[in-house]
C-alpha cells in the first residue's frame, strides 16, 4: 500500500520549532522529517518534550519559534487544513465522558460534516472494528484502559486521516492490550496511515516505529531506526537464575567459556554475562545443560532507556526497567 | 523478544480489528487530498447545532447537574412568597401578582451564571482538545453551549410560572402576557449569559467563575424591586435599585403579565439586552477565540 505513496513526500516536516512555557523551554528547537507511509517514534522520559512537540504539530499550540508542515501545509498559517489531514489521540483518552461511546463517534462524525446519517452509519462500523459494538451504548466510566484507548483512536480514525498522531498509547495498559494495541497500530500503518508516535519504552519505539527520535530536554538528542540505535547503546546482558545459589561460580565459568566473555557469579544464585548477539543464548544454556546445572530462569536485558539516556546523554531517565523473559 | 506472546498477538489482531477492509482501506495520501481551510456560515450554524445537542444529552444525563434550573425555581418562589408574602402583603395570595414576575427575574437571570462555570469546566477537560484539533466551526463549542442553555432557561421559565399557578397566582394579563413575559426573561437571560461566558473564558477556574458570579448577582437580584418595596429602603439604596437593570427587568415582567403593557420599562429591557449582547458577545467571543 505504501507503494501509492511517493517515497520523497514528506508527512512532516519542521526546522527549528521552539516552545516556552513561562521561562521553561519545553521545546528547544526540533527538527524532524517524517516520511509519509512511515511509523515515527519520538522516545524519551517524562517531561522531555514530546507531547509539546505532538501538539504543536497537531496545532493545539502555537510555536514560539520555528516552523512545522504537514503534507507541505502550514501548521500556524493552514491550520484549518491541516486539521484535515490528522488524527490526534492524546495521552489521556480525549473523549466526552458523559457520552457513550456511540454518543461519541457520531459527535465527532458530525463535527467533521458527515450528515447525521452517515455519522451513525460510521459509528457502527468504528464500533464493529474496534470491538466495542457490546460496550457502545455503555457509560464511559465503565471502560478498561484498554476499551478507552481504543474508543479514542477510532475517534481519531472516522474522517480517514492519512496522518495520526498517537501520544503514548500504551502508556498504563497491562502486557496483552499493549500487544493489542501494537497490532492496531500496524494494521494502520498497512493501510497506508503515517503515524508519529511518543513513547517512554525503547521495547515499544523498537517494535514498531521505523525512524526514532530520541528527545531529552526539549530538543532531539538522536535519530535513526531502532538498530542504530541499539548499536549506539551496547550489548544486551543474560541474566540466568539458578535453582542451586552454590553453584553460581562454576555456572559462571561455564557461560564464560561457552559465550567467549567474562560472567560474573552474584549473590542468590544470579549470573550475568554480556550477550553481543542475542541469538547466541542457547549455546550456555547447553553448556549448562551438560554440565546437569538446573537453571531457573533465563532472561535477555534489553538495553534499557536508562542506558540509551546514559549513552547518549551523559545523564539517566528515571524510568524504564525492562526484563524481556525469554524463557522461565 | 516476545517470542512466547507472538503467537498470541495474531489472535488478537482478529479480535481487536476485523479484517473488514472497507472501513479503513481509502487512505488518500494527504499531499494528494484537495481541502478547504475556510469555515463557511453553514458549518458555523451546523456545528453549532452538534454541540447543543451534545449539551443536551449531557443535560438529561446528569438531572442533578441541573437543580438550578429545576428545583431551584420551585424552591425559591414557594420560600420567598411564603416568607415575604405574609409581611410585606398581608396576604400571600395579594402578593402573587407582584411577587411571581419579581421571582422570574430573579431565579431565570441566575441560573445565566452557570453559563460561565460550565464553559470553564468544558474547557479544561481533554475532549477540548479534541474540538481543537478538528475541521470544524471554532466558535462552536461556545455558541453550542449558549444555544443550549435556552433550553435551560425555559423550563426555569416554566416551573416559576408553574409553582405560581399551583399556589393560586392569577395574571392578570392571562396567558399571553405570560408567554411575552417569559420569552423576554428567557432573551434578556440569554443576553447575561454573554457576560458569564467571557468570565468563564477569562478566569483560570470553574470555582473563580462561580464566586464571582454569586458576588456579581446576589447584591444585583436582591437590591432591586425584586423582592421587597423599594419604598421601605433608604434613599441611596433607592438610588441604586432604581439604576439597577434588574430594577427594569423585573418591572417589565410585572408590566407584561399585570396589564400587558409594552411600558417603557420592556422598551428597556429589550434595549439593555441587546446592548449586552452587541458589547459582550464580541469581547467573549475574541477572548475565546485566542484561549482555542
Known amino acids: 500500500m505504501s507503494s501509492e505513496f511517493n517515497s520523497s513526500d514528506l ?23 517524517v516520511p509519509a507511509g512511515s511509523v515515527y517514534g519520538f522516545l524519551g522520559p517524562n517531561g522531555a518534550g514530546k507531547t509539546t512537540t505532538i501538539r504543536l504539530l497537531a496545532t493545539l499550540l502555537r510555536p514560539d519559534a520555528g516552523q512545522a508542515s504537514v ?21 489521556y483518552a480525549s473523549v466526552d465522558e458523559d457520552l457513550t461511546a456511540r454518543e461519541n463517534l457520531i459527535l465527532f462524525g458530525c463535527l467533521q460534516g458527515l450528515s447525521r446519517s452517515t455519522a451513525k452509519e460510521r459509528a457502527d462500523q468504528l464500533l464493529e472494528e474496534f470491538t466495542l459494538t457490546d460496550a457502545a451504548s455503555r457509560a464511559l466510566k465503565k471502560f478498561s484502559g484498554g476499551m478507552r484507548r481504543r474508543l479514542d483512536l477510532a475517534v481519531s480514525l472516522i474522517s480517514v486521516p492519512p496522518l495520526v498522531f498517537l501520544d503514548e498509547p500504551t502508556t498504563g495498559l497491562d502486557p496483552r492490550t499493549r500487544n493489542q494495541m501494537w497490532d492496531t497500530i500496524r494494521s494502520l ?79 542468590g544464585g544470579l549470573v550475568t554475562a554480556p550477550l553481543s548477539d542475542p541469538g547466541t543464548v542457547f549455546m550456555p544454556l547447553e553448556a549448562l545443560h551438560e554440565h546437569s546445572i538446573a537453571i531457573a530462569s533465563v532472561a535477555v536485558a534489553q538495553p534499557t532507556l536508562d542506558e540509551v539516556f546514559l549513552t547518549i546523554t551523559g545523564h539517566s531517565a528515571q524510568d524504564a526497567d525492562e526484563l524481556q523473559e525469554i524463557a522461565a | ?219 444585583l437580584t436582591f437590591v432591586s424591586n425584586a423582592i421587597v418595596p423599594v419604598a421601605s429602603m433608604p434613599s441611596w439604596l433607592q438610588a441604586f435599585v432604581k439604576v439597577n437593570p434588574i430594577t427594569h427587568v423585573v418591572s417589565a415582567m410585572r408590566d407584561l403579565t399585570m396589564n400587558g403593557d409594552w411600558g417603557v420599562d420592556v422598551v428597556w429591557t429589550l434595549v439593555i439586552s441587546i446592548i449586552i449582547v452587541v458589547v459582550f458577545a464580541p469581547l467573549t467571543v475574541r477572548a475565546y477565540m485566542r484561549k482555542v
Open chain 1, 189 to 267: 500503518v498497512a493501510r497506508g496511515v503515517t503515524i508519529l508516535l511518543t513513547t517512554q519504552y525503547l521495547d515499544e519505539a523498537d517494535q514498531l516505529a521505523d525512524r526514532i527520535a530520541v528527545i531529552d530536554r526539549g530538543a532531539v538528542v538522536a535519530e535513526g531506526t531502532a538498530s542504530e540505535l541499539k548499536a549506539s547503546v551496547g550489548n544486551s546482558t543474560m541474566e540466568l537464575h539458578l535453582n542451586d545459589h552454590d553453584e553460581a561460580e562454576l555456572a559462571a565459568e561455564i557461560v564464560g567459556l561457552a559465550l567467549g566473555v567474562r560472567a560474573k557469579a552474584h549473590h
Open chain 2, 1 to 219: 523478544m516476545n517470542t512466547i506472546t507472538d503467537s498470541n498477538d495474531v489472535d488478537n489482531t482478529v479480535e481487536n480489528i476485523k479484517t473488514d477492509k472497507t472501513v479503513l482501506s481509502a487512505i488518500t495520501p494527504g499531499t494528494v487530498r484537495t481541502i478547504s481551510g475556510a469555515t463557511s456560515l453553514g458549518q458555523v450554524f451546523r456545528d453549532t447545532l452538534t454541540m447543543a445537542w451534545r449539551h443536551f444529552i449531557k443535560m438529561f444525563r446528569n438531572p442533578a447537574e441541573f437543580t438550578d434550573v429545576t428545583i431551584q425555581p420551585i424552591l425559591f418562589t414557594l420560600m420567598f412568597v411564603f416568607l415575604f408574602g405574609g409581611a410585606i402583603a398581608g396576604d400571600v395570595k395579594s402578593y402573587l401578582p407582584t411577587m411571581i414576575p419579581g421571582l422570574l427575574a430573579m431565579s431565570v437571570l441566575t441560573t445565566a451564571s452557570v453559563t460561565g462555570t460550565k464553559m470553564r469546566e468544558d474547557m479544561d477537560k481533554g475532549v477540548f482538545d479534541r474540538f481543537k484539533s478538528l475541521p470544524m466551526a471554532r466558535i462552536a463549542p461556545l455558541s453550542g453551549a449558549l444555544l443550549a442553555d435556552t433550553l435551560r432557561y425555559f423550563i426555569a421559565t416554566t416551573l416559576t410560572f408553574a409553582t405560581g399557578f399551583v399556589i393560586g397566582y392569577r395574571p392578570e394579563s392571562g396567558m399571553r402576557g405570560v408567554v411575552v413575559a417569559g420569552l423576554l426573561i428567557i432573551f434578556t437571560t440569554w443576553a447575561l449569559s454573554w457576560i458569564f461566558a467571557l468570565l468563564g473564558v477569562i478566569m483560570p477556574s470553574a470555582s473563580s467563575v462561580q464566586g464571582l458570579s454569586m458576588m456579581i448577582l446576589m447584591p
Open chain 1, 11 to 33: 508527512a512532516v516536516e519542521a526546522h527549528g520549532l521552539v516552545k516556552n512555557f513561562g521561562t521553561n523551554r519545553a521545546v528547544d528547537g526540533v527538527d524532524l522529517a
Open chain 1, 71 to 91: 503534507f507541505g501545509h502550514d501548521v500556524v498559517r493552514e491550520a484549518g487544513k491541516v486539521r484535515h489531514l490528522i488524527g490526534v489521540t492524546g495521552q
